[in-house]
């Protein structure tokens, strides 16, 4: 019997007003995407706790995407430049850590961007094929 190919794990963080909407989108323009990302919705992309994303490494997912509204429109004001400033700070953890700092995807994807959704997902699961399962992975859980 042939091994399982490596399918990454991914979670992703969208931004209630554009990315989450987008993600909607693709789904209900039927712009197909890998299903190996589980979304969760958040008010803004600014919001996202570092701990979320290093609690997400160490629950075992592969990578993590973290998506919002493009600069000068974020709903907030400046919550996708705040979430710029931490995704910075936090790839040079994720390397430091030794985890490849290309793990953790920051984006800025709009309401009307779907398929420029499910062409992040596309690529991200492909990028994380090749590096190959993260060193914390473990079955991640429904």
């Known amino acids: 019997m042939a091994e399982a190919e490596f399918e990454p794990q991914i979670v992703a963080f969208t931004c209630n007003w554009c ?3 987008a993600a909607d989108l693709a789904g209900t323009s039927r712009v197909s995407y890998p299903p190996n990302v589980r979304l969760i919705r958040v008010m803004c992309s600014g919001m996202v706790d570092p701990i979320f994303v290093l ?3 160490e629950k075992g997912f592969d990578g993590v995407l973290i998506a919002g509204c493009h600069i000068g429109d974020c709903h907030y004001i400046s919550g996708n430049i705040k979430a710029e400033e931490r995704i910075g ?10 985890l490849g ?12 961007e779907g398929g420029k959704f499910a062409e992040t997902i596309k690529e991200l699961v492909g990028q994380l094929k090749q590096l190959g399962p993260s060193p914390l992975r473990k079955e991640v859980r429904a």
Do not use: N, V
């Not at 700070?89 to 030794?98: A, D, E, F, Y």
């Not at 700092?101 to 009307?112: F, N």
């Open 19 to 21: 990315s989450y909407a």
């Open 55 to 57: 609690k997400s490494f």
């Open 89 to 98: 700070k936090l790839k040079s953890l994720i390397h430091t850590l030794g």
């Open 101 to 112: 700092d290309e793990r953790l995807r920051l984006e800025w994807i709009s309401t009307a």
